[in-house]
């Protein structure tokens, strides 16, 4: 993401926010199979992560449109994932 502000004198300064990723490696997990969606735990910790930064956004509406693209996503998980296999973002 990129923030640029103008200067008094015109000019535009910018400033780039880098991202920071850690790698997420799943070793394969002989139980449970998720079955065809191999990347189900990754995307899961991604998903994870975000929606709990997103709870620290300062502007509401800017933190329930997140919430609400999370909410969607978790949605498509959980067809992905198919019968069997629950996805939620709270403990059950």
């Known amino acids: 993401m990129e923030i640029c502000f103008p200067l008094p004198n015109g000019r535009i300064i910018c400033i780039y926010i880098p991202i920071y990723v850690i790698p997420i490696v799943f070793p394969p ?3 449970p199979d998720p079955g ?3 990347g189900l735990f ?6 994870t992560a975000v929606n ?5 956004l300062t502007d509401e509406t800017l933190r329930r449109s997140l919430q ?3 909410a969607g996503a978790i949605k498509v998980m959980q067809a992905k994932a198919g019968e069997g296999i629950k996805v939620s973002l709270t403990k059950q």
């Open 36 to 38: 065809p969606y191999r």
């Open 29 to 31: 997990i002989p139980h």
């Open 68 to 70: 609400d693209g999370i």
């Open 52 to 56: 709990e930064v997103a709870r620290h």
């Open 42 to 47: 990754q995307d899961a910790t991604i998903l």
